[in-house]
């Protein structure tokens, strides 16, 4: 089974957590149990340096293009052009007028010059997008834009006391995955607790799955056995 199939069946079977999960807090952080308040963290900021940055090869791929070409057919170009008018210094002239000066003063037909331009646009897109700077750049949003916190189904991991307690100096909470706090949204739904899945490499292109920068880490990460909620 690949990773693409392992991250659709997670996205349709949508595994419930644990009745308990745990978090490695470090010593000096006794505020969260007098505060009942805990942080989410930034993607872009935990201690897996290729989180996020390294998902995806691609920004646009076969998929994506597919589709854009498939969005790019269903063009109104009446209420497209109406809309255009509507905003520009010839708000006066009906959308009819408008074609007929368009070729008048081109000898082109204004909606298949639209579609045509909208055409090479999608096909210049890869080389414009897929630079390495641009996937970096998308990436690097994505992280620095999403918030996560981040529990474990092991109290008793060593790595993680070391990793996430201070060296075994800090403490684990509890937390009850039944609570409302972790309820939120439908069974099909982004919200609330996902599992994270475990892998090397990369995936082929963003639309292959969108969502695979949150829910994924590189499998040396695995024995963290990781659930995230995002916001």
């Known amino acids: 089974m690949s990773v693409l199939d392992d991250l659709e069946r997670l996205d349709s ?3 419930a957590p644990p009745p308990v999960l745990y978090k490695y807090v470090v010593p000096d952080r006794r505020d969260v149990l007098e505060n009942a308040q805990i942080r989410f963290t930034p993607p872009i900021n935990t201690n897996d340096i290729f989180e996020i940055r390294q998902t995806f090869d691609l920004i646009i791929g076969p ?3 597919e589709a854009l070409s498939e969005l790019s057919k269903e063009l109104d170009f009446e209420e497209t052009l109406a809309d255009a008018l509507r905003d520009s210094p010839f708000a006066g002239l009906t959308n009819e007028n408008a074609k007929a000066l368009y070729a008048l003063a081109t000898g082109r037909s204004a909606e298949d010059e639209t579609r045509q331009l909208l055409s090479a646009f999608i096909d210049r897109m890869p080389a414009l997008l897929n630079t390495p700077e641009r996937v970096d750049q998308l990436l690097n949003k994505i992280a620095s ?5 981040s529990l474990t189904e092991r109290p008793d991991s060593s790595p993680m006391w070391a990793h996430y307690a201070a060296n075994s100096a800090g403490f684990v909470i509890a937390f009850d995955t039944r609570s409302p706090f972790f309820q939120r949204g439908e069974h099909l739904e982004r919200q609330g607790l996902h599992k ?3 892998f090397d490499g990369r995936i082929p292109e963003i639309a292959d799955n969108p969502f695979a920068c949150l829910i994924s880490k590189q499998a040396d990460w695995s024995y963290e056995r990781e659930w995230r909620l995002h916001a």
């Open 196 to 198: 994270v899945i475990y």
């Open 63 to 65: 998929k994506m293009q």
């Open 13 to 15: 079977e949508r595994p």
């Open 145 to 149: 834009d999403k918030l996560l916190f």
